[in-house]
């Protein structure tokens, strides 16, 4: 089993930058603790979208799945709120859910104006409500997959995390529509709530989180072992 894990944003793309926190270094931190101890499994080979604080394309991150013919692509990022939002959530890809699910996609999927051509490479404009919306479902069969793999990751983070609950959700992430495998995207919590982001930017957070995280994927592809044999 090849499963590909995408720590969101880096390089010139510092994501949200909630109290002074870095959700572009956050993200990796946690991404490659997931990557260590699923790596652990003799089974399962990990594949990253970046390793190091450096810019890659939302189509790019798409592809190297693509490539790979992963079983799986976890793309793992941290929230932001004007208000003290707090909690985790987990999204697969969707048609649009609802108007605040629709501005945490427009504002991940931003990160397309920061590349070079995006005109050319995207039929796509990520600041249009219209464009969100309007965007079909392309991976319709793995859905049920998708959903099942953030069932797993919710609840674990929400049970043995005890995180405040934000529920798996549908919604229109680029980086999701790129794959053509179970995809979900992961908001590890809000930056800009000091207690959360704290907690986040923090070794003993990431870890926690991370764990979580990789115990869920691990127990997913048992099940899809299960399921094969």
């Given amino acids: 089993y090849t499963i590909v894990i995408d720590p969101g944003h880096g390089g010139h793309d510092p994501g949200n930058i909630g109290n002074g926190y870095r959700e ?9 603790k997931v990557g260590e101890i699923i790596e652990k499994q003799k089974d399962i080979k990990v594949v ?3 390793k190091k604080d450096v810019f890659v394309e939302l189509w790019k991150r798409g592809d190297i799945a693509n ?6 692509f976890v793309s793992i990022h941290c929230d932001s709120h004007t208000s003290n939002a707090y909690g985790a959530g987990t999204f697969v890809l969707g048609a ?7 501005e945490i996609a ?5 990160v397309i104006l920061l ?3 995006y005109k050319q490479k995207y039929n796509y404009d990520p600041n249009s409500p219209e464009s969100v919306i309007g965007l079909s479902l392309l991976q319709e069969e793995n859905l049920d997959q998708s959903l099942q793999l953030a069932s ?3 609840n674990n983070l929400v049970k043995n995390l005890k995180r405040h609950n934000r529920h798996v959700k549908m919604d229109n992430f680029q980086v999701l529509r790129e794959t053509i495998m179970p995809s979900v995207l992961i908001e590890l919590g809000f ?4 207690n959360e982001g704290r907690f986040l930017n923090s070794k003993i957070g990431q870890q926690a989180m991370s764990t979580s995280i990789a115990n869920s994927i691990i127990a997913f592809v048992n099940q899809l072992k299960m399921n094969t044999v």
């Fill in 24 to 32: 572009k270094n956050i993200a990796l931190r946690v991404a490659l």
């Fill in 48 to 50: 990253f979208t970046r």
């Fill in 67 to 72: 490539d790979m013919k992963a079983d799986l």
């Fill in 96 to 102: 649009r859910g609802n108007k605040q699910n629709l």
């Fill in 106 to 110: 427009k504002r991940e999927n931003s």
């Fill in 115 to 117: 590349e070079k051509d």
């Fill in 152 to 154: 797993l990751i919710q």
């Fill in 191 to 194: 930056l800009t709530n000091k």
